[in-house]
């Protein structure tokens, strides 16, 4: 009977005890230290995987960036090889009094005497164009219309002023650097 007893405690100690209390004698990991250690090693693939997509976000940001620099290089100077469409302000000498705010100008018209640049603005400002008179060193005083920061936008906005008349054909790009 004591055998028996000394048996059943047993069955019932190793039963109600379980693995982890055998782990524990063989100074093992308990399932609790197990489940601890998988949410860490879960946590650290997620946050692997996150820092991965973070990562192939920046490598594409700076590629694109990259090929709009590349693009924007690219048409700036096929753009200066046809007919002197875009100048920039320091093949003319540099600018003398005026700080441009934008990084392309239309400028639609350039005078050594004043008043003729005076003429072309007011009507360019009639049309609804906002204009601005650019001086440069060489004594020229050159009448710029549509600011932009966009290449893009200037070119389209070049065509249009071509058509409307209010660009002759020789009108050309500034480029603000």
């Known amino acids: ?16 005890s379980g693995c982890d209390f055998l782990r524990s004698l063989a100074g093992r990991p308990t399932s609790e230290e197990l489940a601890v250690k ?9 946050v692997a ?3 991965a ?33 875009i100048l920039n302000p320091t ?3 540099g600018l003398f009094t005026t700080k441009l705010q934008s990084r392309y100008y239309i400028v639609v018209g350039a005078f050594r005497t ?6 072309l603005l007011t009507r360019c400002n009639a049309a609804g164009y906002t204009a601005t008179i650019i001086s440069f060193r060489n004594g020229l005083l ?3 219309v ?6 893009n936008d200037s070119l389209k906005k070049l065509r249009e002023l071509r058509g409307n008349g209010i660009c002759p054909q020789d009108g050309w790009i500034l480029v603000n650097e």
């Open 114 to 119: 004043r008043s003729y640049a005076e003429r």
């Open 142 to 144: 050159a009448v710029a």
């Open 1 to 16: 009977m004591k055998r028996s007893v000394i048996l059943s405690l047993a069955i019932a100690a190793l039963v109600l």
């Open 91 to 93: 093949k003319m000498g």
């Open 38 to 46: 998988q949410s860490n090693i879960e946590r650290a693939k997620d």
């Open 53 to 85: 997509r973070i990562d192939s976000l920046e490598r594409v940001r700076v590629r694109l960036a990259d090929s709009l620099a590349a693009l924007d290089a690219h048409l700036l100077d096929s753009l200066s090889q046809t007919q002197g469409t």
């Open 146 to 151: 549509c600011p932009s920061d966009s290449l």
């Open 49 to 51: 995987r996150y820092q």
